[in-house]
């Protein structure tokens, strides 16, 4: 079975940084994509950002570029989000999820549980 753990959460003040960690398991394909998407309250799910596991294409949503940055250790199984200048806004319980199709990373096949970021001011 594919397995995703989102992990590396936490409360961190305005302005700093966390780095979210995103191990995979069970995946049978060769090429995949790992995409994170995080949820704020009372807001729609949101794609923030994809890597192709294959060529290390990325993708990046306008509200965190420049900011965040994706990267995977195919090694580990293991893909990351570096999140630097953290904005109030960047509250929300984030998520790693899995697709077959690159080009559909951001409608993926599997999900995992979700991390709690918390920025505070």
């Known amino acids: ?10 409360l961190v003040q305005a302005g700093g940084s ?3 960690s995103c ?6 394909f060769d090429d995949y994509a790992i995409g994170w998407f ?15 596991r294959s060529d290390g294409n990325t993708y990046y949503a ?5 900011r965040f ?14 999140m630097n200048n953290l904005k109030l806004e960047d509250t929300a319980v984030y998520y790693c999820a899995a697709s077959i199709d690159w080009r ?8 995992g549980h979700g991390t709690l970021v918390t920025v505070s001011s």
Request: proline fraction near 3%.
């Open 104 to 111: 559909l990373c951001l409608r993926p096949d599997y999900w």
């Open 62 to 66: 306008d509200s965190v570029k420049g």
């Open 23 to 28: 191990a995979v398991s069970g995946f049978t």
């Open 1 to 10: 079975d594919v397995q995703l753990q989102a992990y590396g959460g936490g």
């Open 69 to 82: 940055t994706i990267s995977s250790d195919n090694a580990k199984n293991t893909v990351y989000l570096q």
């Open 18 to 20: 966390l780095r979210l």
């Open 38 to 52: 995080r949820q704020a309250p009372g807001k729609e799910r949101e794609g923030v950002s994809c890597i192709s």
